[in-house]
């Protein structure tokens, strides 16, 4: 009798532990629960990482895969067929608008593919604004076919070895799984719109309920393959301003706030709050168009390097809340060159600019208004170094859709943007820095380098990530050589966790990642 | 009556038309795609760029495009937005609740204490109490509604947790996340109440509180001010020596013979503030992290998001035409000579 009663306390106080929900405050609503549809970081953390699960993950905290949806993959020995055995047990989200009648197969994973590679597919059609992140991170050119080799089997026909697909396969816009079952039931009824709005997946989370721009609400997924949720209930409070979000964390009506801005983290000092920092894979850059006069010279682009201060720029852009960047490729990537270092040196900058024959002409460093950062404060500091070297700029803001089109147009000398890598480090280095890269608009130095797009080609043929590490580690060393563009910073990330949260680890890709995540 | 109601329709039309064509050359100005914005520094293939500019319509010349869009919104389809792929209609209907019903409470708030506070500066001319209630409403109408939303915030949330738990306000949002209110009206208050949930109601109460207090801000100011001077000129006529003279109380003078005359003035600036708070809310929604029009409107903007800017834009233009044809017709029944005036 007593122990009944000792059980059926600790399972009401179990129940009580469980009640409280984790409130998370961000910064903006997810665009919509198709993932696949969706290009945004803040549907990622939301949707991605809650609702669904893709067939490859990365171990918590890491860069390192580890088996997600599919348990395990092979390759063929010409490196064109990736088999992936999927994981079996697997259930979706059982909801009011869908009841599954069988756990996740092959014909899922086939689904899932097709619908954003298929031209022919309905869904294209429902996805108006296209699958844009199946193009624009490489996935719909890597891919030849999809083929079902048995119920828990499919195999990936590639179009060439691409060392990229594990990367690819751990994207949450590319390679989040939906049930085929689903999307026939929304076919047939003549609404796969719904797919949108009323989202069924795999993941750790449920979709409860979303208040437009408000309130998004998740419970736990009892019936989860992995650790299960040690909370019942996920809120999301969308929350704009920045500093509102550090008033609703100290007022406990969030216990984590993502992406909370550096200036406003003095306001946790004395509190339950706590801020872990992340340097995320992310590289503040400058930009050289290779292609304008003066900028094209080599030693030009090098003095450029030389006379611009990143201490000052990182105090007076990042109040310090960023470390220095020599390499294109941040710290958390794997190959990054610790070895580079970046120099700061007037007199030698001086020599090569007189060195390359400037004549004063004036240049011009297009800035957008608005953004992470002051982009006019950070152009002024540009515009200061390089005075002091000889070289005149001039500051041009203009808004962030004019400022895309005119340096894709390639209209700019000079520009300065971040880039965020996904994991593999071709994804900084073929966007921004190959030919391809030029006619896409997305090369703003524009430059076209046919000994660097052989050295990406070797290193996106080969498997092997320690001879690939070599290969990048010559890429970064030649870039440093060339100076296509700067590395400036590698900034901070700031997540601001409630002590009463235990578990919760910064993601070097600057999501959020609910996994190991519980509360007293 | 009927001519007149004709008349005022007649404007209606080239309003309306002027309107859409405002809103639809104004947002493709602006350059840049939603596409392009979409995808950002990203690699923009080609053909998939192509592709998805053609399926959104934007491959078509320009005038095709309005004339698409004036037909559809003639037939009350305004399209669906490129970011959420939702119906502009389903999108405005789930925010435009959150709006009215803060500028209904900012509006409330604003008209009782800015009629109580231009009165007792009108009574008490010249005395402190007139300066300081005119000083306050100037710092009032003068004050950034950013900083003045975040000290509310500051000290009435977070500061009197400490000093007096039970006061305390919540920072931001409509109701407290442990409520899971089911929209039924989208009214979070009358949600709340008929939801029937143990202390909803008084949350969706609590977190109105400084959102009102924010927005009326500004209202409240232009109400006392325009009260004072109104009341002042009123408290100066012959009847309101009369009554005095009467014997009436100074109370029953003051709210029932002048207070009433002198709210003509007041009445008609109230009914301009209405338009300015239902589209003036954008910071005050952002503070408080209030799911509105306002906001809906600026991110679309930033994303290029074209058929919710079109379509946002044209229903609250259509309501302000609508309220004010309203407004037309009853000054137009209430004093025939508007009516007869060529």
Same mark, same amino acid.
């Given at each position: 009798?007593?122990?009944?009663?000792?059980?059926?306390?600790?399972?009401?106080?179990?129940?009580?532990?469980?009640?409280?929900?984790?409130?998370?405050?961000?910064?903006?609503?997810?665009?919509?629960?198709?993932?696949?549809?969706?290009?945004?970081?803040?549907?990622?953390?939301?949707?991605?990482?809650?609702?669904?699960?893709?067939?490859?993950?990365?171990?918590?905290?890491?860069?390192?895969?580890?088996?997600?949806?599919?348990?395990?993959?092979?390759?063929?020995?010409?490196?064109?067929?990736?088999?992936?055995?999927?994981?079996?047990?697997?259930?979706?989200?059982?909801?009011?608008?869908?009841?599954?009648?069988?756990?996740?197969?092959?014909?899922?994973?086939?689904?899932?593919?097709?619908?954003?590679?298929?031209?022919?597919?309905?869904?294209?059609?429902?996805?108006?604004?296209?699958?844009?992140?199946?193009?624009?991170?490489?996935?719909?050119?890597?891919?030849?076919?999809?083929?079902?080799?048995?119920?828990?089997?499919?195999?990936?026909?590639?179009?060439?070895?691409?060392?990229?697909?594990?990367?690819?396969?751990?994207?949450?816009?590319?390679?989040?799984?939906?049930?085929?079952?689903?999307?026939?039931?929304?076919?047939?009824?003549?609404?796969?719109?719904?797919?949108?709005?009323?989202?069924?997946?795999?993941?750790?989370?449920?979709?409860?309920?979303?208040?437009?721009?408000?309130?998004?609400?998740?419970?736990?997924?009892?019936?989860?393959?992995?650790?299960?949720?040690?909370?019942?209930?996920?809120?999301?409070?969308?929350?704009?301003?920045?500093?509102?979000?550090?008033?609703?964390?100290?007022?406990?009506?969030?216990?984590?706030?993502?992406?909370?801005?550096?200036?406003?983290?003095?306001?946790?000092?004395?509190?339950?709050?706590?801020?872990?920092?992340?340097?995320?894979?992310?590289?503040?850059?400058?930009?050289?168009?290779?292609?304008?006069?003066?900028?094209?010279?080599?030693?030009?682009?090098?003095?450029?390097?030389?006379?611009?201060?990143?201490?000052?720029?990182?105090?007076?852009?990042?109040?310090?809340?960023?470390?220095?960047?020599?390499?294109?490729?941040?710290?958390?990537?794997?190959?990054?060159?610790?070895?580079?270092?970046?120099?700061?040196?007037?007199?030698?900058?001086?020599?090569?600019?007189?060195?390359?024959?400037?004549?004063?002409?004036?240049?011009?460093?297009?800035?957008?208004?608005?953004?992470?950062?002051?982009?006019?404060?950070?152009?002024?500091?540009?515009?200061?170094?390089?005075?002091?070297?000889?070289?005149?700029?001039?500051?041009?803001?203009?808004?962030?859709?004019?400022?895309?089109?005119?340096?894709?147009?390639?209209?700019?000398?000079?520009?300065?943007?971040?880039?965020?890598?996904?994991?593999?480090?071709?994804?900084?280095?073929?966007?921004?820095?190959?030919?391809?890269?030029?006619?896409?608009?997305?090369?703003?130095?524009?430059?076209?380098?046919?000994?660097?797009?052989?050295?990406?080609?070797?290193?996106?043929?080969?498997?092997?990530?320690?001879?690939?590490?070599?290969?990048?580690?010559?890429?970064?060393?030649?870039?440093?050589?060339?100076?296509?563009?700067?590395?400036?910073?590698?900034?901070?990330?700031?997540?601001?966790?409630?002590?009463?949260?235990?578990?919760?680890?910064?993601?070097?890709?600057?999501?959020?990642?609910?996994?190991?995540?519980?509360?007293? | 009556?009927?001519?007149?109601?004709?008349?005022?329709?007649?404007?209606?039309?080239?309003?309306?038309?002027?309107?859409?064509?405002?809103?639809?050359?104004?947002?493709?100005?602006?350059?840049?795609?939603?596409?392009?914005?979409?995808?950002?520094?990203?690699?923009?293939?080609?053909?998939?760029?192509?592709?998805?500019?053609?399926?959104?319509?934007?491959?078509?010349?320009?005038?095709?495009?309005?004339?698409?869009?004036?037909?559809?919104?003639?037939?009350?389809?305004?399209?669906?937005?490129?970011?959420?792929?939702?119906?502009?209609?389903?999108?405005?209907?789930?925010?435009?609740?959150?709006?009215?019903?803060?500028?209904?409470?900012?509006?409330?708030?604003?008209?009782?204490?800015?009629?109580?506070?231009?009165?007792?500066?009108?009574?008490?001319?010249?005395?402190?109490?007139?300066?300081?209630?005119?000083?306050?409403?100037?710092?009032?109408?003068?004050?950034?509604?950013?900083?003045?939303?975040?000290?509310?915030?500051?000290?009435?949330?977070?500061?009197?947790?400490?000093?007096?738990?039970?006061?305390?306000?919540?920072?931001?949002?409509?109701?407290?996340?442990?409520?899971?209110?089911?929209?039924?009206?989208?009214?979070?208050?009358?949600?709340?109440?008929?939801?029937?949930?143990?202390?909803?109601?008084?949350?969706?109460?609590?977190?109105?509180?400084?959102?009102?207090?924010?927005?009326?801000?500004?209202?409240?100011?232009?109400?006392?001010?325009?009260?004072?001077?109104?009341?002042?000129?009123?408290?100066?006529?012959?009847?309101?020596?009369?009554?005095?003279?009467?014997?009436?109380?100074?109370?029953?003078?003051?709210? !029932?013979?002048?207070?009433?005359?002198?709210?003509?003035?007041? $009445?008609? /600036?109230?009914? +301009? %503030? &209405?338009?300015? =708070?239902? @589209?003036?809310?954008?910071?005050?929604?952002?503070?408080?992290?209030?799911?509105?029009?306002?906001?809906?409107?600026?991110?679309?903007?930033?994303?290029?998001?074209?058929?919710? !800017?079109?379509?946002?834009?044209?229903?609250?233009?259509?309501? $302000?035409? /609508?309220?004010? +044809? %309203? &407004?037309?017709? =009853?000054? @137009?029944?209430?004093?025939?000579?508007?009516?007869?005036?060529?």
């Amino acid at each position: 009798m007593k122990r009944t009663g000792l059980a059926l306390g600790l399972t009401a106080c179990l129940a009580a532990a469980r009640a409280a929900p984790l409130t998370v405050c961000t910064e903006a609503a997810p665009d919509g629960f198709d993932i696949a549809q969706s290009e945004s970081a803040v549907t990622v953390d939301a949707v991605g990482n809650t609702i669904f699960d893709q067939l490859l993950m990365y171990k918590r905290g890491t860069t390192e895969f580890v088996p997600g949806l599919a348990r395990a993959w092979r390759l063929s020995a010409d490196g064109l067929q990736l088999t992936l055995e999927l994981r079996p047990g697997v259930k979706f989200h059982r909801t009011p608008w869908f009841t599954p009648t069988r756990e996740m197969n092959a014909d899922d994973v086939v689904f899932s593919f097709q619908r954003m590679a298929d031209a022919k597919s309905p869904w294209q059609a429902v996805a108006k604004g296209g699958f844009l992140m199946w193009h624009g991170t490489g996935m719909g050119d890597a891919i030849k076919a999809v083929e079902k080799v048995d119920a828990m089997t499919v195999r990936l026909q590639l179009k060439q070895p691409n060392a990229l697909m594990q990367t690819l396969l751990a994207n949450q816009f590319n390679s989040s799984v939906y049930s085929a079952e689903y999307g026939a039931q929304l076919l047939k009824a003549g609404k796969p719109e719904l797919i949108n709005t009323q989202p069924v997946g795999t993941g750790p989370f449920v979709f409860k309920s979303y208040q437009k721009d408000a309130v998004l609400r998740l419970s736990a997924h009892l019936g989860y393959w992995g650790s299960k949720p040690q909370f019942d209930q996920l809120v999301v409070a969308i929350t704009p301003d920045a500093n509102v979000r550090v008033q609703r964390l100290k007022a406990g009506e969030c216990l984590i706030g993502a992406n909370m801005r550096g200036e406003t983290l003095g306001g946790f000092d004395g509190t339950a709050v706590k801020v872990q920092s992340e340097v995320g894979l992310l590289t503040g850059y400058i930009a050289l168009n290779t292609q304008r006069k003066f900028l094209s010279d080599k030693r030009f682009r090098q003095a450029l390097s030389l006379g611009f201060n990143k201490a000052s720029y990182i105090q007076s852009v990042y109040g310090g809340r960023a470390l220095p960047a020599a390499s294109f490729l941040p710290p958390s990537q794997w190959s990054h060159d610790k070895t580079l270092d970046s120099r700061y040196d007037v007199e030698q900058a001086q020599a090569l600019v007189k060195a390359s024959g400037y004549d004063g002409t004036e240049l011009a460093i297009f800035t957008r208004i608005g953004g992470s950062i002051d982009g006019r404060r950070a152009a002024e500091l540009m515009q200061a170094d390089w005075a002091r070297i000889g070289v005149k700029v001039r500051v041009q803001m203009m808004e962030w859709g004019e400022m895309l089109r005119r340096t894709g147009a390639g209209e700019h000398d000079i520009t300065f943007l971040n880039w965020a890598g996904d994991g593999d480090p071709d994804s900084f280095f073929n966007p921004n820095l190959s030919c391809e890269g030029v006619s896409a608009g997305n090369n703003k130095s524009r430059w076209c380098n046919k000994a660097f797009d052989a050295l990406l080609a070797r290193a996106r043929a080969n498997y092997d990530q320690g001879q690939r590490s070599l290969l990048y580690g010559q890429a970064q060393r030649m870039v440093a050589e060339e100076v296509p563009l700067i590395p400036t910073v590698y900034p901070q990330y700031f997540t601001a966790v409630n002590q009463k949260v235990r578990g919760f680890r910064s993601s070097p890709f600057v999501d959020l990642d609910f996994r190991g995540v519980s509360l007293p | 009556m009927f001519s007149f109601f004709l008349k005022r329709l007649g404007l209606v039309i080239p309003t309306f038309i002027g309107i859409t064509l405002l809103a639809f050359s104004l947002i493709h100005l602006i350059p840049g795609d939603p596409v392009q914005v979409m995808a950002g520094e990203r690699r923009l293939d080609p053909a998939f760029y192509a592709e998805t500019l053609h399926r959104l319509g934007l491959d078509r010349p320009l005038y095709e495009q309005y004339g698409i869009y004036l037909w559809k919104a003639l037939q009350l389809d305004l399209g669906e937005s490129f970011v959420t792929h939702e119906g502009v209609w389903s999108e405005f209907l789930k925010l435009f609740p959150a709006t009215v019903e803060l500028a209904f409470c900012a509006l409330l708030f604003a008209t009782v204490v800015g009629l109580l506070a231009g009165v007792l500066a009108a009574i008490k001319r010249g005395t402190i109490l007139d300066h300081g209630v005119m000083g306050i409403s100037l710092t009032g109408f003068s004050m950034p509604i950013f900083w003045w939303g975040l000290l509310l915030i500051m000290f009435f949330s977070v500061a009197m947790r400490d000093i007096a738990p039970d006061f305390a306000l919540p920072v931001s949002g409509r109701i407290a996340l442990e409520f899971d209110i089911a929209p039924r009206t989208g009214f979070m208050l009358i949600d709340a109440w008929l939801s029937g949930e143990a202390g909803a109601f008084k949350s969706a109460l609590s977190h109105l509180v400084m959102p009102s207090i924010v927005l009326g801000t500004v209202p409240l100011a232009v109400i006392a001010r325009m009260t004072r001077s109104s009341m002042l000129e009123v408290l100066r006529e012959d009847y309101v020596r009369t009554a005095r003279a009467k014997g009436l109380s100074p109370a029953r003078v003051v709210f !029932v013979h002048a207070l009433r005359n002198a709210l003509v003035p007041v $009445v008609t /600036v109230i009914g +301009l %503030l &209405v338009g300015t =708070l239902l @589209g003036g809310a954008v910071l005050t929604e952002t503070i408080f992290s209030w799911p509105g029009v306002g906001k809906w409107l600026i991110d679309a903007i930033g994303r290029r998001d074209y058929p919710v !800017v079109q379509g946002g834009i044209l229903i609250s233009a259509t309501l $302000v035409i /609508v309220v004010n +044809l %309203l &407004v037309d017709l =009853l000054y @137009g029944w209430i004093n025939p000579r508007i009516r007869h005036a060529k």
